[in-house]
């Protein structure tokens, strides 16, 4: 069975008009990053979700960004068993061969993937609860940061409070990776966790204490 298929015409009008009148004026630009090769300043580690878009956020051009994308913008803890081996090969070339300046990590409001491990937590998503399921193995990582939140709070504020923690224990898990730990000590390296407000369009940072406007 051949599960080929030809673009969808809007995309393929898309690339033929940014081909036509985008891609020549940048044109330089490619053919050095070819020749000389990729130097991006940061890794972003963020969600896969369709409204979350780094590049836009902070008016990036090609090669300024290594961006790796997955559900809950999550970090595993380092771990050679052969689990969530994506995530920790990206940050592995990130370090080691780019050798960025940053990693970042950018969670967003409204997130699906901590919804879904929220309702999972609280036995309301036995879908998720089953082996056979990629997303609940996956938003497994996010556990440890579900027992920190304060059930007792509105469920809205509970999911904002999750998807905070979760950027937090990312940037926890990404120091049980020896060569980033390396980095951070070398002062080669630093960690940022960002968390996007999609509707109103603000950028909160997170100081070590709390989560604060970038303003």
Known sequence: MNIASPLPPDLKLRYLDWKKNTFPGKQPTYRYLVEQGQAPLA?????????????????????????????????????LSGDNLGTSAAIEYAV??????????????????VKGCDQMCSGKAPELEKETSFVGRWVDILRPAYERVDHTKSKEDQLRALEHEGIIMS??????????????????????GLWHDISEGNLLFYNGEVFEPID
């Not at 979700?49 to 790796?68: L, M, N, P």
């Not at 080691?96 to 993937?113: D, K, M, P, Q, R």
């Open 43 to 79: 890794m972003v580690i963020s969600c896969c979700d369709s409204r979350v878009q780094a590049t836009s956020i902070f008016e990036s051009d090609i090669g300024e960004f290594f961006i790796h994308r997955n559900i809950a913008n999550l970090v595993p803890p380092f771990s």
């Open 96 to 113: 080691t061969a780019l050798n960025v300046s940053h990693i970042i990590i950018l969670g967003h409001s409204n997130c699906g993937g």
């Open 171 to 192: 940037m926890e898990n990404l120091m049980t990776f020896p060569f980033v730990q390396n980095a951070v000590k070398a002062e080669e390296l630093s960690i940022h």
